[in-house]
């Protein structure tokens, strides 16, 4: 029996998360979440931005879990996930107004945070919004201990995981059509990044 999984760092960004979401993703649309997780987001900001129908996403083991979350919710623009794994061909077919990822490309290898990147080349709408949370190095440096002593955690796990420097991320981002258009502040030195899709 699968238990209903928890993430208490969910709880404790989901609002700071939705203030820039409720900016970004002003109007209708289908918006792809990508690694979607225990689902908590989902829930979360599907009842919150109730004009949007929001696509959760993750690779197969995670579907369970979030599927628990979806069932109580119970919330009719919480659409069915989607199983994905970004260095597979089996994105969907759609074309998304916007995508969400929280806390994802640390913990993917460079190589898998490039197939991700093509990956939503091929399913965004023009003018597409994308935003990605989580943290991120500047000019190669951390901005906190805090996010030094969680990055040598990650590396100890795997040597292919790892902070990302938000130059890096966003010379990335342009070869696949994303612009840059803003960098906010969060709780817990994480940053949200919000590219606008030009192609």
């Known amino acids: 029996m699968t238990d209903k999984p928890f993430s208490q760092a969910c709880e404790n960004n989901k609002r700071p998360i939705l203030a820039v979401l409720r900016q970004?993703?002003?109007?209708?649309?289908?918006?792809?979440?990508?690694?979607?997780?225990?689902g908590q987001h989902g829930v979360f900001f599907a009842g919150q931005l109730p004009h949007l129908h929001w696509q959760p996403s993750d690779r197969a083991e995670n579907i369970p879990g979030m599927s628990l979350?979806?069932?109580?919710?119970?919330?009719?623009?919480?659409?069915?996930?989607?199983?994905?794994?970004v260095t597979q061909d089996g994105w969907p077919a759609g074309r998304y107004q916007g995508v969400f990822t929280a806390n994802t490309l640390h913990?993917?290898?460079?190589?898998?945070?490039?197939?991700?990147?093509?990956?939503?080349?091929?399913?965004?709408?023009?003018?597409?919004?994308?935003?990605?949370?989580?943290?991120?190095?500047?000019?190669?440096?951390?901005?906190?201990?805090?996010?030094?002593?969680?990055?040598a955690m990650l590396r100890s796990q795997n040597s292919r995981m790892g902070i990302r420097d938000i130059a890096d991320v966003t010379e990335l981002?342009?070869?696949?059509?994303?612009?840059?258009?803003?960098?906010h502040a969060?709780?817990?030195?994480?940053?949200?990044?919000?590219?606008?899709?030009?192609r």
């Open 24 to 38: 970004v993703f002003g109007r209708s649309g289908v918006v792809l979440e990508v690694g979607s997780g225990t």
């Open 69 to 85: 979350w979806f069932a109580e919710a119970g919330l009719a623009n919480l659409l069915p996930p989607l199983v994905l794994d």
């Open 107 to 151: 913990i993917m290898s460079w190589s898998e945070v490039e197939a991700m990147f093509a990956g939503l080349a091929r399913v965004l709408a023009p003018e597409a919004w994308v935003c990605i949370y989580g943290p991120f190095n500047y000019e190669g440096r951390f901005t906190s201990p805090s996010n030094r002593a969680f990055d």
């Open 173 to 183: 981002a342009e070869r696949h059509g994303l612009a840059l258009q803003a960098d």
């Open 186 to 198: 969060m709780p817990a030195n994480n940053r949200l990044l919000v590219f606008q899709y030009h």
